[in-house]
C-alpha cells in the first residue's frame, strides 16, 4: 500500500511539471492554385484561387476570398487561342449553374451558397477535341501561370451491368468489360452518378446524385493489362455532406436494386494520372499519425493545382439483379 501510494505521488509530481509548448508557425507566402478542366464537347472551366493557412478558419467570407478575380486567361489548342471570361454564380442562371456543377464536381446547392466564380468561354470552337494538345496561361496579381495537356481519345465499354455483392440481397457493384488500347501508359478515372430520386426520408423526390461523383480509388492506369480485355467493378462513391438513409449504415458505397447510373469514365494523360494518385495517396492517408505529408504531383508552372484533359465516355446501367 505504501508503495502504491509513493507511485501515485510520483505521477502526480510528474503531471504537476507538465508545461504547455507554444509553436511559432512560419507566415507561408500566398500563391495561385488552378483547377481547370477541358472536356469533350464541353466548355473550359478554370477556378483560380489563392492558398489558404493551415489552421486558418474556414467560413463563407474566408472562401469567397480565395477566388481571384479579374485575371487575363487564355486557351490556345494548337489552331486557335481564346480569351476565356469570368463568371461568377452569383450572376447565371440555374441551368448553367447545373452544367458547372457536373463538370467541376460541385454540387448546385453549394454553388448557390457561396459566390464561386470560374473562368470559361461559350465558343464553341473552344470546347473541348480529343487528341488536342491544350495551353493555359494565367496572369494575375503580378504572376503569371502556364500549363499543359492534352485530351487523349475516349475508351469505351464493351458492355456494363451489375451484380449484387457477395451475402447482398438488394446491394451491389457496378460491372464494366473493356479493351485496354495497346499502348502502354493509358491512365484512366472513374466517376458515377445516380440518376433516380429518393423514394423515401427527407430527400424524397430529389435527385440521389447531384453531380458526378469519383470513389476512392477512381485513378488507374494499364500497368498490369496493357492490351488486354478485362473486367472490372465499382463500388459507389459518396460526398462527405450526404447523410439520407438509402445511402449511409449497410448501404454505405453499395448501388442498389432499382437504381439508375451513368458512368463517366475519363481517359486522361500521365502527369494528370500522377496528379489524382498522389491526391487520392493524401485523402486515403489522411489523419494516419504514420502518413508522411507530401506535395501534390501538379503540372501548373508558377503555381499549384492541375489542369486536365478528359476524354469521357459515358455509358449507362439500370440496377437489376
Request: hydrophobic fraction near 35%; glycine fraction near 8%; proline fraction near 5%.
Amino acid at each position: 500500500m505504501k508503495r502504491l501510494l509513493q507511485l501515485s505521488l510520483l505521477a502526480l509530481l510528474f503531471v504537476a511539471c507538465e508545461k504547455e509548448i507554444q509553436i511559432e508557425l512560419p507566415d507561408v507566402p500566398i500563391e495561385l492554385v488552378i483547377e481547370g478542366i477541358v472536356d469533350i464537347n464541353r466548355p473550359p472551366l478554370v477556378i483560380l484561387t489563392r492558398t489558404q493557412g493551415y489552421f486558418d478558419p474556414i467560413d463563407e467570407n474566408t472562401i469567397n476570398g480565395l477566388f481571384v478575380n479579374g485575371a487575363s486567361v487564355t486557351l490556345d489548342n494548337g489552331s486557335q487561342t481564346h480569351d476565356l471570361i469570368e463568371i461568377c454564380t452569383s450572376s447565371i442562371p440555374d441551368s448553367v449553374l447545373a452544367a458547372i456543377s457536373g463538370t467541376v464536381g460541385i454540387s448546385a446547392e453549394d454553388l448557390q451558397a457561396f459566390n464561386y466564380c470560374v473562368y470559361t468561354s461559350l465558343d464553341p470552337a473552344s470546347f473541348g477535341e480529343a487528341g488536342k494538345t491544350y495551353q493555359l496561361n494565367v496572369q494575375a496579381e503580378g504572376k503569371t501561370l502556364t500549363a499543359e495537356t492534352k485530351i487523349p481519345e475516349p475508351v469505351y465499354f464493351d458492355s456494363i451491368w451489375y451484380e449484387l455483392g457477395t451475402n447482398q440481397d438488394s446491394l451491389g457493384f457496378v460491372w464494366v468489360d473493356m479493351k485496354d488500347p495497346d499502348t502502354i501508359g493509358n491512365s484512366y478515372r472513374w466517376f458515377a452518378q445516380r440518376i433516380n430520386h429518393y423514394t423515401y426520408g427527407p430527400q424524397v423526390g430529389e435527385m440521389k446524385d447531384k453531380q458526378m461523383i469519383a470513389p476512392l480509388g477512381s485513378i488507374f492506369d494499364d500497368k498490369f493489362f496493357n492490351g488486354q480485355k478485362f473486367e472490372f467493378a465499382y463500388n459507389r462513391g459518396e460526398l462527405g455532406n450526404n447523410e439520407n438513409q438509402d445511402d449511409e449504415g449497410p448501404e454505405e458505397r453499395f448501388f442498389k436494386n432499382g437504381d439508375t447510373v451513368v458512368v463517366q469514365f475519363v481517359s486522361i494523360d500521365r502527369p494528370n494520372f500522377f496528379y489524382f494518385r498522389s491526391l487520392e495517396d493524401q485523402i486515403a492517408t489522411n489523419g494516419s499519425p504514420f502518413a508522411s505529408p507530401g506535395n501534390l504531383e501538379s503540372n501548373i508552372n508558377g503555381g499549384y493545382g492541375v489542369f486536365s484533359g478528359y476524354g469521357s465516355a459515358y455509358d449507362t446501367v439500370v440496377c437489376t439483379p
